[in-house]
């Protein structure tokens, strides 16, 4: 077995070597059970951090928009960018479409200048904010701003707008929510497909109590779901509001229930800022939310579960970064992983996940220092930054790249596989860095689960297992393992795994049977290794590997033979089907039934042919029982070896019960099988079960083997059966009378035989009643019974017929009646052949007279009558004519005829018609053989008339026109 062992550990190590296929899923947490999936493409293990795309997560590039006047502010939605200009004119850029920029002119005074500008995600819905107060709205597509301030009596600057989430159209912009410089809230609805009225409404929410501009508001729907609750998230330079209710379902006012009955939750900074911003993970669902305090930068996770809701707060896992030598920023974005800093002249970006530093570009430029950073919620993929006269875009490369091992580091493993997106490569390297963990913290289970996947090398893990002394580990990296190559072409390894996890668990159970001995107490520990075992080498994953690899087979038998683990080894053996092992190792112990038992579930005939001599032997009666349900699906034929040495009476009884079954139930016709029937029951002392068997199944057993066996065993009367089918009834009735001195059975015999005989043999019958009738009158001496035997030959035999039976002198009073009814028979009879006689004279003479009366008939022919098949005059030659006055002439009468008749017939005719012409010719047609060769002839043609005898009927089916295609065409140009 170790050197076996150590060869498959060279060819595990190959295998190893060039495995490059894995099955891999998430990691849960500690102690989470990992649900794998099968991965057998090909992998290339190079260092995870290397990828192909070479390129900066944040890629600076060239200035994308200049202007000549002095830039304010900017914008960017759904891949279209609007830019406002001191110059009181807002640009619009479509980044990714086919229209052409546009330039929407402000009519306002001098002096007047834009203050902020806001665009809804959709793009397609813009405000312009002026100094002023006044407040500008602008359609997607139209070249024209329209004043709101007049219908709004909004005479504030703008600060904050937070937009309807719910799907947008072209008709209006639904309920949204501004925001104020002197700490209102407004809510209102702008429609510009109205003629009448721009603004549907606008109302006040709220003023807070503390007046200082809204710098950010934004708010969200419990689990998105516009139904349920709302919150709106409210900034200002010193505080952080959450605003919770539920929005109304009337057309105006929406937002009034969630600012009227709700006490604001806030958070307050007095260095503040008041800068906010939020990413998406996907507009309009949340990630996170940044407030530019005085001393750094707040981040906050925005969670809309029904959980946060629920407790008031939906910003969580709050972290304050301070600011870094570069100074405080002048602008702040957010991603989905990145902080996103704008400083007068560069830009820098920090991880979310580790605040570390990411990126830092420098930013120059001719026009001033930069003031303004705008992202797309829409379109994550770039963000503009702003200086007084130029425009500057940044594109993003896969920032989600390095997250994965940024979460690795911070030992938040599952985090880490969800952003490996599958790549092998990286997996690998986090359960590595997870088992690590695991293993420093002494969870060697999870260690085991998570060393599995990893690339490690398999001897280095399982010898930290084996250092540690943790069997139990080391069991569940080896099933993990052989879990994790899965359907993999590796034979090797899956064996190698397979015999060291069945070892360890023999020795497992080993050891607990050695304590339950010692301790004499059931263990339900060695109750459930054991039941670990079994479960484990049934699994259809490790039986079909093993069946591939046969001397594993014997190699796992030999360990469980070494431990003496029988019950196991015999498990093990009927999982792979070696049944013939199970049987034999249940004779070997007696244990008769369950080796039935184990035949039954397996339904072997081959098996049952095999060991059934063996069961008949021990336990008949069972054996049968199952011989019985398997009916048709075993071949009797072959069970007849088990049958024939059975010696005792029980072993006969069963046999015999078997092959009725297979007989009377399953219709079986085999001759053998019936023959070997006929050998048990002729062993029975009742002859009449003998005689119902030969009845029901004569036909197909040996009548000579059969009559042989019942002469053996001296059943007479199945000898007289036996003679009876062959259609021996002298031999049936001699036996019947000498070896069983029964008359009636011998007269049943003979009745038998006379219902079947033919009248040819009547004289065999007649004897069979004489040799009856005989032994009454020699053996029985009973007149009466010859009598009796007389009545019932039913006329075969007569009264003079046994006569000679009797001596010479005997009375004859008791049969005296019977010779005289007899006498009057004979008498009967020979006035019945007088009176036959004179019938037949009678009739002969009658006959004669009409014979003689024929040859003088004539009849007148006309000489205007023709031949009915030439159609020449009758009279010019010789002719025949018929009593139905059909006429023909001789030779063509024998040309016609000749063709109804058989060969030989024909053959005759002609040569008589011959001779008739040779004699008349040579003027002999008074010779004695013209009237002889004369007669000859008209008794064949003349026997009838040819049209209307015989000859007519069976020419029915003879066509009307000749089949021969010469005489055809012969026929057709004679009738044309």
């Not at 008739?916 to 043609?941: C, G, H, M, V």
Request: charge should be negative; proline fraction near 3%; charged fraction near 30%.
């Amino acid at each position: 077995i170790f050197s076996f062992m150590a060869g498959l550990w060279n060819d595990y190590q190959e295998d190893e070597r060039s495995f490059e296929s894995s099955r891999f899923s998430s990691t849960g947490s500690r102690g989470s059970t990992r649900q794998s999936t099968f991965n057998t493409s090909v992998i290339n293990l190079k260092d995870p951090g290397d990828t192909a795309d070479k390129r900066p997560i944040f890629e600076k590039e060239d200035t994308y928009v200049k202007e000549t006047a002095a830039i304010i502010k900017l914008a960017t939605a759904n891949r279209i960018l609007v830019v406002g200009l001191l110059s009181n004119k807002v640009k619009r850029f479509y980044t990714q479409a086919t229209e052409l920029d546009d330039v929407l002119d402000i009519p306002r005074p001098v002096g007047d200048k834009i203050h902020n500008i806001f665009l809804d995600p959709t793009g397609k819905h813009l405000l312009v904010s002026m100094t002023s107060g006044e407040l500008f709205y602008g359609f997607y597509g139209k070249q024209t701003l329209f004043s709101c301030s007049k219908h709004m009596k909004l005479n504030v600057k703008v600060d904050s707008v937070a937009w309807n989430q719910t799907k947008q159209n072209d008709i209006d912009t639904k309920e949204i929510l501004i925001g104020t410089s002197l700490g209102i809230i407004y809510e209102t609805k702008l429609n510009p497909s109205s003629d009448k009225q721009l603004v549907a409404y606008s109302k006040i929410l709220y003023n807070l109590d503390k007046p200082e501009a809204i710098t950010g508001l934004v708010y969200f729907h419990e689990n998105g779901d516009p139904k349920q609750r709302t919150v709106v998230i409210a900034t200002t330079p010193t505080r952080i509001y959450q605003f919770f209710g539920k929005m109304r379902s009337n057309d105006q006012c929406k937002f009034g229930a969630i600012f009227g009955e709700s006490f604001p939750e806030f958070k307050e900074n007095i260095e503040s800022l008041g800068l906010m911003a939020v990413s998406y993970i996907k507009y309009p669902e949340p990630r996170s939310l940044v407030w530019m305090t005085g001393v750094g930068i707040q981040y906050s996770k925005i969670n809309i579960d029904s959980l946060s809701f629920d407790e008031g707060n939906v910003l969580s896992e709050n972290r304050l970064t301070p600011f870094t030598d570069k100074g405080i920023p002048v602008a702040i974005g957010v991603t989905e992983f990145h902080l996103l800093l704008l400083y007068e002249n560069g830009f820098e970006a920090k991880s979310l996940i580790n605040w570390k530093h990411v990126h830092y570009e420098p930013l120059r430029t001719m026009g001033g220092t930069y003031n303004t950073l705008a992202l797309d919620p829409m379109d994550h993929s770039k963000f503009f930054c702003s200086a007084k006269q130029s425009i500057i875009r940044f594109k993003v490369h896969k920032e989600e790249r390095n997250v994965w091992r940024m979460y690795m580091e911070l030992r938040k493993f599952q985090e880490a596989e969800k952003y490996a997106d599958g790549d092998q490569a990286k997996l690998f390297e986090i359960a590595s860095e997870e088992g690590d963990y695991y293993f420093e913290q002494k969870y060697y289970e999870d260690a085991a689960q998570t060393y599995a996947l990893s690339h490690r090398s398999f001897e280095e893990i399982a010898l930290k297992f084996i250092n540690e002394g943790t069997t139990a580990a080391l069991m569940n990296f080896l099933r993990t393992k052989l879990d994790s190559i899965g359907n993999s072409n590796n034979p090797t390894q899956i064996c190698m795994l397979v015999v060291w996890i069945v070892e360890i668990y023999l020795s497992e159970i080993s050891s607990l049977e050695k304590q339950q001995q010692s301790s004499e107490e059931k263990s339900d520990k060695l109750q459930s290794t054991r039941a670990d075992l079994r479960n484990f080498l049934s699994n259809e994953f490790v039986i079909r590997n093993i069946k591939k690899n046969k001397p594993i087979i014997k190699v796992i038998q030999e360990m469980m033979a070494s431990y003496g683990d029988t019950s196991d080894m015999i498990y093990f053996a009927d999982l792979m089907e070696d049944i013939e092992k199970v049987i034999m190792h249940h004779i070997h112990d007696q244990q008769y039934t369950s080796a039935l038992d184990t035949l039954r579930k397996r339904r072997s005939p081959d098996l049952f042919y095999k060991y059934t001599p063996t069961l008949m032997k021990y336990i008949p009666r069972n054996t049968v029982d199952i011989l019985e349900q398997f009916g048709r699906s075993l071949d009797p034929k072959r069970l007849l070896p088990s049958f024939i040495h059975c010696k005792t009476t029980d072993q006969k009884e069963q046999a015999l019960r078997y092959l009725q079954f297979v007989v009377f139930s399953t219709k079986c016709k085999d001759e053998a099988i019936h023959n070997f029937l006929l050998s048990l029951v002729v062993q029975q002392d009742d002859e009449g079960l003998l005689l119902d068997f030969l009845d029901k199944t004569d036909a197909n057993v040996d009548r000579k083997y059969a009559l042989r066996l019942c002469s053996e065993h001296r059943k007479w009367k199945a000898c007289c059966y036996i003679y009876t089918k062959m259609g021996l009834y002298e031999e049936a009735v001699k036996l019947a009378l000498t070896k069983l001195g029964n008359v009636h059975e011998a007269e049943k015999t003979a009745v038998e035989a006379q219902s079947y005989c033919s009248l040819e043999q009547q004289e065999m019958i007649k004897k069979l009643w004489l040799m009856i009738a005989r032994h009454v009158v020699e053996e029985e001496k009973d007149i009466k019974r010859v009598m009796e035997v007389i009545n019932r030959a039913e006329q075969v035999l007569k009264i003079e017929d046994i006569l000679p039976f009797f001596n010479d002198f005997f009375y004859i009073d008791d049969f005296k009646d019977a010779i005289c009814k007899s006498l009057e028979i004979y008498n009967q009879n020979i006035n019945q052949l007088n009176d036959d006689m004179k019938d037949a004279t009678d009739s002969a003479e009658r006959i004669h007279n009409d014979i003689s009366n024929l040859k003088r008939k004539n009849c007148v022919v006309e000489s205007s009558k023709n031949c009915y098949l030439c159609d020449i005059p009758l009279l010019t030659r010789s002719f025949y004519v018929f009593p139905c006055s059909h006429m023909f002439h001789t030779a063509c009468l024998v040309k016609e005829i000749t063709g109804y008749l058989s060969k030989r017939k024909a053959e005759e005719v002609s040569k008589i018609y011959k001779l008739l012409l040779n004699l008349k010719d040579e003027d002999q047609t008074r010779t004695e053989s013209y009237r002889r060769a004369k007669s000859q002839l008209d008794e064949i043609i003349a026997e009838e008339c040819l049209m209307c005898g015989e000859y007519m009927i069976q020419s029915i089916d003879t066509p009307f026109l000749p089949r021969d295609e010469e005489e055809f065409e012969k026929l057709r140009l004679e009738w044309s």
